[in-house]
């Protein structure tokens, strides 16, 4: 046995010790994969749990892992224990953020640059993390050049939540096209979404959240190999069913994650409130 197959028997064994007195409901909805946890901190710490594992197996095939990290709310308890686990191969990770609001600073309290900062990058010895420059004059010049560094990393696997108007990313109803040429854009956000900004407190009123903001698209997340979304909390409960029993639309953005190859949510029971009684055959 290598020493990378050890750690992750070890590590596995780790984990399940810690999980197993929780009840845990596993199911599958077209070939997304679902897991209910009791509670916010238990499908965070199960969703870190699942990173780690796969960057483990990852750190011996090769040399720079490309990664794709989310932020909000949903992300807090993730990080939180994805960044206390020992022995993660962090030097060998090429680090991207999935979007910035355009026209506030780096240091504002709701930027994502400086909430990746506090959370990932200044907690663990990163390898690389390449920030979105919501500040700079030309948006449209970061696009193109964002999309051309993402691209190259080849990421291996992104972290995501889903919003409360059932965006990904900063793909809102009215912004995503799940068939998408850019890689990175420029959207404006609805009206939903601001409030969801607004109402986590990330801002003190609804007008102070940015209208426009710079997003990794939906084709561009799908060509990542492994998605891991949490999705935690009341507020969630509603567009969780949403996500899990509308057709696949646009109108719900997040509703295409059911046609990704391998991709699984982490749920609390908060948020899963509402799928008691429906039939996912």
């Not at 030309?138 to 939540?161: I, N, S, T, W």
């Not at 108007?165 to 854009?185: S, T, Y």
Request: aromatic share 6%; proline share 6%; charged share 25%.
């Amino acid at each position: 046995m290598d020493a990378t197959a050890a750690a992750i028997g070890e590590y596995r064994e780790d984990a399940s010790m810690e999980l197993k007195s929780a009840e845990v409901q596993k199911f599958q909805v077209g070939t997304l994969k679902l897991e209910i946890h009791p509670d916010a901190p238990a499908a965070g710490a199960a969703a870190a749990n699942a990173i780690a594992e796969l960057m483990l197996h990852l750190k011996g095939k090769l040399k720079n892992i490309g990664a794709i990290f989310a932020t909000g709310a949903s992300q807090l308890q993730l990080l939180s224990t994805l960044t206390t686990i020992s022995n993660l191969p962090w030097d060998q990770i090429n680090g991207f953020h999935l979007d910035e609001y355009i026209g506030i600073d780096e240091n504002h309290p709701a930027s994502f640059r400086r909430y990746l900062r506090e959370n990932l990058t200044q907690r663990v010895p990163i390898g690389k993390f390449h920030e979105i420059n919501g500040s700079a004059a030309d948006p449209e010049l970061v696009c193109r050049e964002y999309a051309r560094k993402l691209k190259a990393a080849d990421p291996q696997f992104c972290l995501l939540g889903f919003g409360e108007n059932g965006h990904l990313a900063f793909n809102d109803p009215g912004e995503a096209d799940f068939h998408d040429p850019e890689d990175v854009k420029v959207v404006h956000l609805d009206a939903v979404c601001r409030q969801q900004q607004a109402s986590e407190g990330w801002f003190h009123t609804l007008q102070d959240v940015p209208e426009r903001a710079i997003t990794v698209t939906i084709p561009a997340i799908f060509r990542v190999p492994k998605l891991i979304l949490t999705v935690p909390g009341k507020r969630k409960t509603e567009i969780t069913r949403r996500v899990l029993t509308e057709p696949i639309s646009e109108e719900c953005p997040a509703t295409i994650i059911r046609t990704h190859p391998d991709a699984t949510v982490f749920l609390d029971r908060e948020a899963a409130a509402k799928l008691d009684g429906i039939n996912f055959d």
